[in-house]
């Protein structure tokens, strides 16, 4: 586990509460490390605070799509394509029609 990692961009994160980047990576590194409960309270609080940081919609529908929350991840994927249209942002935007298009066909397999 990379707890250095952690502790580091905790303290920028103090330093300033607002920086959404600083709270993306955080959100990211917990992911990496399996504290998935915390990771998703970084993404849930980068969101409520950045609603327009698109990258933040596609990593947060993966930890969703990963824990098996399929109508979650396609929730986040739809809303991140709407930011990412929103600010024009084409590179999110594709990702997250790919990884839409991916959630449903596991949908549909689920459903067979």
């Keep these: 586990m990379n707890h250095t990692?952690?502790?580091?961009?905790?303290?920028?994160?103090?330093?300033?509460p607002e920086d959404a980047f600083t709270r993306f990576a955080l959100a990211i590194e917990y992911f990496k490390v399996g504290d998935i409960a915390t990771s998703e309270k970084e993404f849930v609080e980068l969101l409520r605070k950045h609603p327009d940081y698109s990258g933040a919609y596609y990593h947060y529908g993966k930890l969703a799509q990963e824990q098996g929350r399929l109508d979650a991840a396609a929730k986040l994927y739809t809303d991140g394509i709407d930011v990412s249209r929103k600010i024009n942002d084409l590179h999110s935007l594709r990702e997250m029609q790919q990884a839409l298009h991916e959630v449903i066909e596991l949908k549909d397999e689920n459903d067979l």
């Design 5 to 16: 990692r952690i502790e580091q961009l905790q303290a920028f994160l103090m330093a300033d």
